[in-house]
């Protein structure tokens, strides 16, 4: 019998830590990385992204095919993203295989701090700079989607310990 996929889900809210951490949890436990900001910036490569609202829709789009191309991996996946929590915990539930959450934590004003400091440095349809402040860090994304699965929070205002967040996952898993 084949092992069943894993997919390890590292959430949280904007400049939280997710997109640092989720590539070495990828690299440790062998599995794919799937970023939603990956996905959305190879599609506002070549798709016209007027304003915000453009953008948004651009993210769901995003997130949809994170989620299709994660679920067709036989071996699971890494998947990192903001995710909203009331519209993802049904579409992370249908995944075929176990789901493990890792939510990166930090306080606001060090997450605001870390998203002030990249803005200019991201594809223009992300519009950083335009966002309003209650869309970043809102309960929907600034809490774990925590439908069920074992979950870990990590404090990403300082070092995280991978070698931990992996032994959690292992152990979840087995």
């Known amino acids: 019998m084949a092992p069943k996929a894993v997919y390890v889900v590292v959430s949280g809210p904007p400049a ?11 690299s440790e436990l062998g599995l794919p990385l799937l970023a939603k900001d990956t996905i959305k910036d190879a599609l506002m490569s070549v798709l016209r992204v007027p304003d915000v609202e453009a ?7 995003a997130v949809a095919a994170m989620l299709a191309v994660a679920a067709e991996s036989s071996i699971g996946a890494v998947i990192e993203s903001n995710f909203y929590r009331s519209v993802a915990a049904q579409s992370l539930r249908e995944l075929p295989g176990q789901v493990v959450e890792v939510f990166c934590r930090c306080p606001k004003a060090i997450a605001l701090e870390r998203y002030r400091a990249r803005s200019g440095s991201r594809h223009a349809g992300h519009f950083d700079d335009d966002r ?6 809102n309960d929907e994304v600034a809490e774990p989607v925590a439908a069920g699965w074992p979950l870990l929070e990590v404090n990403s205002a300082q070092p995280v310990d991978v070698a931990g967040v992996v032994a959690f996952v292992r152990d979840a898993v087995l």
């Open 16 to 26: 939280s830590g997710k997109s640092t951490l989720a590539p070495f949890l990828a």
């Open 55 to 61: 953008s948004r829709q651009l993210g769901r789009g």
């Open 132 to 137: 309003d402040i209650d869309e970043l860090w």
